[in-house]
C-alpha cells in the first residue's frame, strides 16, 4: 500500500503556550487504512487531529515544524477549501462544526457542497441520502440548534460526509451519542472504511480501537511512545504506563500469565468468556 498521510518530524507550540502540543512526530497512514490513536486527556490527539485537516497552521496559531504530507500536498502550503476536498474532520464536540448559518438540518448538510459549487439537484440528493443514513429523516427541517447533542452529532459526522473525502479524520465523534447510537456511526465507519475510504480514529474504547484498527499509535505528552498493529500495542502491558488501558481480554490474559499460567498469547479482540479462559488455562 502507499502511503496517504506522511507526517515527518512534526511540532507544534500554541502560541503563549509553555509547552509543545506535538514533538517531533513521524508517522505514516497507509491509503484505506483505519489508524487508531490512543493517549490520556492532554496527550496531543485533538491537536493532531487539526493539523492533519490544516486548522493548524491555518486556524490555530502557534510554532511548527517538520511537516505533514496529505496525498502528496504539504499542508501547510494547502489552503483548507482545498483540504477539504480530500480529507474530512469530525470534532469531539459537534456544535463546535455547525455553521451557524442554516436555518434547517438540510441547508447544515449542504453548507459545505455549497462552498464547493455543487448543483442544486445533485445537492438536495446527497442531502436526502445522507439523511437517511444518519437517521436524521425526522429532524431534517428542523434548526440545528433545537436537536439533542446526539443529533448534532450525527448532523456533525453528516456534513464530513457528505463531501465524500479519502479520510476521515474523527475525534472521538461519538462522545455525545448513547452506546446503541454510538455502534451504528461505527459500523457506518467500518463499511467506509470497507469501500477504501482511509480512516483516522481517536477513541477511549479499546475494545472498539482493536476491533476496528489496522494500526494503533501511542501519544504521550505529545510525543509518540508506540505504534504498531492492535496485537503489538494492545497487548504490551507497559502501554497502561502511557495513561491508555487494555482491552478487558488483554488485561485477563496478562493477569493469568503474571500468576504463572502458560499464556503465551495475549488475545485482545475478543470479550472474555469461560470457554476463553478454560482454553488459556489448559
Known amino acids: 500500500m502507499t502511503s496517504i498521510i506522511e507526517v515527518e518530524d512534526f511540532s507544534f507550540r500554541y502560541r503563549n503556550a509553555s509547552s509543545a502540543a506535538l514533538r517531533h512526530l513521524s ?82 448538510l449542504a453548507y459545505g457542497l455549497g462552498n464547493h459549487g455543487v448543483p442544486r439537484e445533485l445537492m438536495e440528493e446527497k442531502v436526502r441520502q445522507v439523511a437517511a443514513l444518519m437517521h436524521l429523516e425526522s429532524v431534517i427541517d428542523k434548526n440545528p440548534l433545537e436537536l439533542s447533542g446526539g443529533q448534532v452529532q450525527r448532523v456533525a459526522f453528516g456534513s464530513t460526509f457528505i463531501m465524500e473525502p479519502d479520510i476521515l479524520v474523527l475525534d472521538e465523534c461519538t462522545a455525545q451519542l448513547d452506546p446503541l447510537g454510538s455502534e451504528e456511526i461505527f459500523d457506518i465507519v467500518k463499511r467506509l472504511n470497507d469501500r477504501g475510504i482511509t480512516v483516522v480514529m481517536v477513541d477511549h474504547d479499546m ?17 509518540l511512545v508506540a505504534i504498531g498493529s492492535p496485537q503489538e500495542v494492545l497487548s504490551d502491558p507497559r502501554t497502561m504506563d502511557h495513561g491508555v488501558d487494555l482491552p478487558d481480554f488483554a488485561k485477563l490474559s496478562l493477569a493469568l500469565q503474571a500468576e504463572g499460567y502458560p499464556v503465551d498469547r495475549i488475545h485482545t479482540t475478543e470479550e472474555p468468556t469461560v470457554s476463553m479462559v478454560k482454553e488459556l488455562l489448559s
Open 207 to 223: 475494545e472498539r480501537v482493536a476491533r476496528c484498527a489496522d494500526q494503533v499509535m501511542v501519544l504521550d505528552g505529545g510525543r
Open 27 to 108: 508517522f505514516e497512514v497507509e491509503r484505506g487504512s483505519f489508524f487508531c490513536i490512543v493517549g490520556a486527556n492532554g496527550s496531543g490527539k485533538s491537536t493532531l487531529c487539526n493539523a492533519l485537516v490544516g486548522l493548524i497552521p491555518h486556524y490555530f496559531v502557534g510554532r511548527s515544524g517538520g511537516g505533514i504530507r496529505v496525498k502528496g500536498n504539504q499542508v501547510a502550503d494547502t489552503s483548507i477549501p482545498e483540504l477539504s476536498k480530500h480529507i474530512g474532520l469530525v470534532f469531539q464536540n459537534p456544535f463546535n462544526q455547525l455553521s451557524y448559518t442554516a436555518g434547517t438540518v438540510a441547508e447544515e
